[in-house]
């Protein structure tokens, strides 16, 4: 079956790094997509990954390994306005997307 | 987990005609459904909310008399884009949200209009 899976929940401090992890099986790849959701709010799109490799987009930053199955979000200099939910979805062979559960990013002082 | 279904994955209709999109949730009873539109690399952007028994909530610059939203029962809720053009060309997704207000989200479905 396809399964995307990331860490329910992560705790950080304001100005600090953090690393939201996402591991996927899925039937085919057309890219995988971050997204950020704050409560009672649409996703916002962060970054569409199709190649392996690291791509930064200023404090965000998004790295794909296809051979792994493994993609991972990056942010630095940690905002409390960075608490939020952060969304991996794969798009599989039939243009379908397939979405995580999203993972919760709690921002302490 | 919570699953979220959408037919058809994907459809094409010539212009003028209308097309009808079913987003179910499976294993739960959604209180509230969402319906987005995807463009390329870009945010998926709210069309309307609706709750089951009620009328739809558009967002602004949606034409509610376009995309026609059903939400008849706790498990289904259907967007009819009535008369469509090339331009409604789109990937259009759809969520239900159970009573913990957690969103799960459906696989989208493609429409082309030719």
């Known amino acids: 079956g396809q399964n995307i899976d990331q860490p329910t929940e992560m705790t950080a401090t304001e100005g600090a790094i953090v690393q939201i992890n996402c591991t996927y099986q899925?039937?085919?790849?057309?890219?995988l997509f971050w997204y950020q959701q704050h409560a009672g709010e649409a996703p916002t799109f962060l970054s569409y990954n199709v190649l392996d490799g690291l791509e930064e987009k200023g404090r965000f930053s998004s790295f794909l390994s296809r051979s792994k199955g493994y993609s991972y979000l990056l942010l630095k200099e940690l905002q409390m306005k960075d608490s939020a939910s952060y969304l991996c979805a794969v798009m599989d062979s039939n243009y379908q997307l397939i979405w995580g559960a999203g993972t919760k990013l709690i921002i302490k002082p | 987990g919570a699953v979220v279904s959408q037919h058809p994955s994907r459809v094409i209709c010539k212009s003028g005609t209308s097309v009808k999109i079913e987003c179910r949730s499976l294993?739960?009873?959604?209180?509230?459904m969402f319906w987005y539109r995807q463009f390329p690399k870009k945010s998926l952007m709210l069309m309307a909310t609706s709750n089951e028994g009620s009328k739809a909530t558009y967002e602004q610059g949606v034409e509610k008399d376009k995309f026609l939203i059903n939400h008849a029962s706790l498990t289904l809720s259907t967007l009819t884009v009535t008369s469509a053009h090339p331009e409604d060309s789109s990937f259009y997704i759809c969520?239900?949200?159970?009573?913990?207000?957690?969103?799960?989200f459906g696989p989208g479905t493609r429409l082309t209009v030719t």
């Open positions: 969520s239900a949200s159970d009573r913990d207000y957690e969103q799960y």
């Open positions: 294993d739960f009873q959604a209180t509230t």
């Open positions: 899925t039937s085919g790849f057309n890219g």
